[in-house]
Protein backbone atom coordinates (compact mmCIF):
# COMPACT_ATOMS: atom_id res chain seq x y z
CA UNK A 1 0.00 0.00 0.00
CA UNK A 2 1.40 3.31 -1.07
CA UNK A 3 0.28 6.51 1.10
CA UNK A 4 0.54 10.25 -0.45
CA UNK A 5 1.14 12.88 3.06
CA UNK A 6 0.42 16.56 1.56
CA UNK A 7 1.39 19.79 3.70
CA UNK A 8 1.53 23.80 2.61
CA UNK A 9 -1.35 24.63 1.91
CA UNK A 10 -3.65 27.75 3.43
CA UNK A 11 -4.79 31.27 3.17
CA UNK A 12 -3.34 33.91 1.35
CA UNK A 13 -4.41 37.07 -0.33
CA UNK A 14 -4.59 37.24 -4.12
CA UNK A 15 -0.72 37.76 -5.93
CA UNK A 16 0.42 35.89 -2.89
CA UNK A 17 2.66 31.85 -3.42
CA UNK A 18 2.35 28.97 -1.49
CA UNK A 19 4.35 26.16 -1.78
CA UNK A 20 2.35 22.44 -1.39
CA UNK A 21 4.73 19.04 -1.05
CA UNK A 22 3.80 15.53 -1.17
CA UNK A 23 5.52 12.57 0.52
CA UNK A 24 5.02 9.27 -0.84
CA UNK A 25 5.55 6.34 1.71
CA UNK A 26 5.18 2.45 1.37
CA UNK A 27 6.55 -0.70 -0.87
CA UNK A 28 7.05 1.52 -3.69
CA UNK A 29 9.77 0.48 -6.54
CA UNK A 30 8.87 2.78 -8.59
CA UNK A 31 6.69 6.15 -9.56
CA UNK A 32 5.84 6.99 -13.02
CA UNK A 33 4.20 9.96 -12.56
CA UNK A 34 3.22 12.03 -9.49
CA UNK A 35 0.95 15.22 -10.01
CA UNK A 36 -1.34 17.73 -8.35
CA UNK A 37 -5.18 17.74 -9.08
CA UNK A 38 -7.61 20.34 -7.35
CA UNK A 39 -11.34 20.91 -6.87
CA UNK A 40 -13.56 23.78 -6.31
CA UNK A 41 -16.73 23.71 -4.39
CA UNK A 42 -19.63 22.43 -7.05
CA UNK A 43 -16.18 21.45 -9.83
CA UNK A 44 -15.14 18.96 -10.93
CA UNK A 45 -11.67 17.24 -10.01
CA UNK A 46 -9.15 18.63 -12.68
CA UNK A 47 -5.49 18.35 -13.45
CA UNK A 48 -3.20 20.81 -12.53
CA UNK A 49 0.21 19.82 -13.09
CA UNK A 50 1.74 15.95 -13.53
CA UNK A 51 5.51 15.03 -13.71
CA UNK A 52 6.39 11.67 -15.04
CA UNK A 53 9.82 10.08 -16.07
CA UNK A 54 11.92 12.22 -17.54
CA UNK A 55 10.84 15.01 -15.50
CA UNK A 56 8.41 15.74 -18.22
CA UNK A 57 5.97 18.48 -16.89
CA UNK A 58 1.89 19.08 -18.14
CA UNK A 59 0.24 22.17 -16.88
CA UNK A 60 -3.38 23.23 -17.12
CA UNK A 61 -3.73 26.06 -18.99
CA UNK A 62 -5.26 27.93 -15.95
CA UNK A 63 -1.74 27.81 -14.30
CA UNK A 64 0.50 27.71 -16.91
CA UNK A 65 3.54 30.50 -16.16
CA UNK A 66 2.63 30.64 -12.60
CA UNK A 67 2.68 27.28 -11.17
CA UNK A 68 5.88 24.80 -11.24
CA UNK A 69 5.94 21.27 -10.24
CA UNK A 70 9.12 19.59 -9.29
CA UNK A 71 9.94 15.87 -7.70
CA UNK A 72 12.30 14.57 -5.70
CA UNK A 73 12.57 10.90 -6.80
CA UNK A 74 15.32 9.78 -4.05
CA UNK A 75 12.64 11.57 -1.07
CA UNK A 76 9.68 10.11 -3.27
CA UNK A 77 8.49 13.33 -3.15
CA UNK A 78 6.42 15.90 -5.69
CA UNK A 79 6.18 19.81 -4.77
CA UNK A 80 4.10 22.24 -6.29
CA UNK A 81 5.02 26.19 -5.94
CA UNK A 82 1.94 28.45 -6.89
CA UNK A 83 2.63 32.04 -7.82
CA UNK A 84 0.71 35.09 -8.85
CA UNK A 85 -2.47 33.01 -6.73
CA UNK A 86 -5.72 34.01 -7.61
CA UNK A 87 -9.11 33.68 -6.10
CA UNK A 88 -10.05 31.31 -9.02
CA UNK A 89 -7.23 29.15 -7.76
CA UNK A 90 -9.36 28.27 -4.35
CA UNK A 91 -9.93 24.82 -3.83
CA UNK A 92 -8.31 21.05 -2.36
CA UNK A 93 -5.35 20.35 -3.81
CA UNK A 94 -5.05 16.21 -4.25
CA UNK A 95 -1.20 14.61 -4.17
CA UNK A 96 -1.75 11.33 -6.92
CA UNK A 97 0.83 9.38 -7.96
CA UNK A 98 1.23 6.29 -9.73
CA UNK A 99 4.07 3.33 -10.50
CA UNK A 100 4.85 -0.16 -9.55
CA UNK A 101 5.01 -1.72 -5.82
CA UNK A 102 7.86 -3.49 -4.31
CA UNK A 103 5.75 -6.71 -5.56
CA UNK A 104 5.47 -5.29 -9.26
CA UNK A 105 1.93 -4.79 -8.38
CA UNK A 106 0.56 -1.20 -10.22
CA UNK A 107 -0.54 1.25 -7.45
CA UNK A 108 -2.74 4.54 -8.31
CA UNK A 109 -2.97 6.72 -4.81
CA UNK A 110 -4.40 10.04 -3.85
CA UNK A 111 -3.59 11.91 -0.72
CA UNK A 112 -6.07 13.48 1.82
CA UNK A 113 -6.15 16.50 0.17
CA UNK A 114 -5.44 19.99 1.04
CA UNK A 115 -7.11 23.66 1.28
CA UNK A 116 -6.05 26.48 -0.51
CA UNK A 117 -7.96 29.60 -0.07
CA UNK A 118 -6.74 32.71 -2.35
CA UNK A 119 -8.63 35.88 -1.23
CA UNK A 120 -9.64 38.89 -2.93
Known amino acids: QVQLVESGGGLVQAGGSLRLSCAAAGSIFSMNAMGWYRQAPGKQREMVAV???????KYADSVKGRFTISRDNAKKTVSLQMNSLKPEDTAVYYC??????????????WGQGTHVTVSS
Open 51 to 57: IVSGDIT
Open 96 to 109: NAEGWTDSFGPFNS
